[in-house]
């Protein structure tokens, strides 16, 4: 099968790749001429793990191709993937410009039969409007059928779990454009669940506010735990062996951050409210993410009684969780801005994440090593649980040996978040 790909971001190069090593012809198009210039040269301009080897591979194999050339990308391709990004907007719903431009894209250079299948994370209702927009543009003899995709990878684990995942969605209101879509992941041995492409888009918001709403549940669980001497990690543990309830998602800590659970738990508070559906559950667990975040922040300063002004203090990991560069909603830039605009003169330190540009005006250092970051620090914080900070004990150790405060925003240390191990 000729494959093209819309967008060569977290998902669409991941997909991409992968749809390459089990043996389709894939051309992934980007409007980013930079991405596509680092692309053709085997380089990813993202940090995956695994991905850089399966990329230059497949480009060696012939299997894998880039261009911004939207002509070249649908010459001849059987099936069209759009994983294009669909940020939030203002008022919380999702921003549809960049897949509405995909469809136009697609309306203006098909000349042929073609299957477009959305992969982004959009609204109900967005693959019908898609396949409108395309069938609007195009003449009639050409034969368009859009089919729904859902992605569920996690960023740092992308490629295992695009070969391994729970399940593949695939919503099809044709059945034989659903047929080859589903062939498509034939080598890929997931478990396959076929319904029509509303269902389709509902599973994707339901499933990332389901598991938005089980971190926020465990956070606040935990701040009862901390006032009233119980140890989270064992309260999570008990709770996880009940078979309906699951271990995972039960992490106490600085709450959800990166570019799925904000952006679509709010997406789908926006649509329930435009359909006067309550999504009271979901709004609470979006505030309880919030306040979990400015808790962190008060335990920080109430620590240096109010002032934190001149404090030294050790960011440890931005991106929004370990192996991925991704900082899109990250904690680390809500605390960093709070404390920078107290007075705080930051240190930061993250294995893959040298700078973050929204934070350009904070001042931050940026260390070179772990090492260096917590040098004469006055507290450290503990945002992103990267493996390094713990390997040998390295984080432990400092905060004995150093006897410096350590705000454990991960719960991996400590059973009450803020102690000096001793
Ligand atoms: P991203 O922002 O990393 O990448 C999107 C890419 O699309 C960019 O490179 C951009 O230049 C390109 N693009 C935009 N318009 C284009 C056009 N008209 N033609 C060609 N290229 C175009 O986005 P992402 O994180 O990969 O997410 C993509 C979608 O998948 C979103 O809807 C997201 O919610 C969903 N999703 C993301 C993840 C994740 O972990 N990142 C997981 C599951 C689902």
Redesign the pocket.
């Known amino acids: 099968m000729k494959i093209t790909i819309?967008?060569?971001?977290?998902?669409?190069l991941v997909t991409g790749t992968i749809f390459a090593e089990v043996g389709h012809d894939v051309t992934c198009?980007?409007?980013?001429e930079d991405?596509i210039i680092l692309l053709q040269s085997g380089k990813s301009p993202i940090y995956e793990p695994g991905l850089d080897m399966l990329l230059q591979n497949n480009i060696v194999n012939g299997r894998l191709c880039f261009t911004s050339q939207a002509d070249e990308a649908f010459a001849d391709s059987d099936v069209i993937f759009i994983?294009?990004?669909?940020p939030q907007e203002e008022d919380g719903s999702a921003n549809l410009n960049?897949i509405h431009?995909?469809a136009e894209?697609i309306a203006r250079h098909i000349k042929h039969n073609v299957i477009v299948v959305v992969?982004?994370?959009?609204p109900v209702g967005t693959n019908d409007y898609v396949e409108k927009i395309i069938r609007n543009h195009i003449s009639s003899d050409i034969e368009v059928h859009v089919v729904s995709n859902?992605?569920?990878?996690?960023?740092g684990h992308a490629i295992h779990d695009t070969m391994n995942g729970d399940r593949i969605i695939i919503g099809a209101e044709h059945k034989a454009s659903g047929d080859v879509v589903e062939a498509l992941y034939e080598k890929i041995n997931v478990p396959i669940l076929r319904t029509d492409r509303r269902s389709a888009e509902m599973i994707k918001y339901a499933s990332n506010a389901f598991l938005a709403v089980k971190i926020s549940y465990i956070n606040q669980i935990s701040n009862l735990c901390e006032k009233l001497g119980a140890d989270i990690a064992s309260v999570a543990d008990g709770m996880g062996m009940d078979k309906r309830i699951g271990r995972a998602f039960l992490n106490a800590g600085l709450g959800y951050g990166g570019?799925?659970f904000p952006?679509?738990t709010r997406a789908l508070s926006y649509l329930s409210k435009k359909n006067n559906v309550s999504m009271s559950i979901v709004e609470a667990a979006i505030e309880a993410n919030t306040t979990q975040r400015q808790l962190f922040i008060n335990k920080v300063v109430d620590h240096f009684n109010g002032n934190v002004t001149d404090k030294r203090v050790a960011v440890l990991g931005l991106a929004f969780k370990p192996n991925t560069d991704d900082v899109r909603e990250a904690p680390s830039i809500d605390i960093i801005t709070a404390l920078v605009s107290s007075g705080a003169k930051v240190s930061a330190y993250d294995p893959v994440v040298k700078n973050i540009q929204v934070l350009d005006d904070c001042n931050v250092v940026y260390a070179q090593s772990k090492e260096i970051c917590v040098e004469n620090a006055d507290a450290i914080l503990l945002v992103t649980e990267w493996d390094e900070f713990f390997e040998n004990e390295w984080l432990a150790s400092v905060i004995q040996n150093k006897q410096i405060v350590l705000f454990d925003g991960r719960n991996m240390l400590n059973k009450n978040k803020e102690e000096i191990l001793s």
């Not at 198009?29 to 980013?32: G, S």
């Not at 992969?119 to 959009?122: A, D």
């Not at 859902?150 to 960023?155: A, G, Q, S």
């Open positions: 819309i967008g060569t971001g977290y998902v669409g198009l980007d409007i980013n991405k994983a294009v990004g669909t960049y431009k995909a894209d992969k982004s994370t959009v859902p992605e569920f990878l996690r960023e570019s799925c952006k679509d």
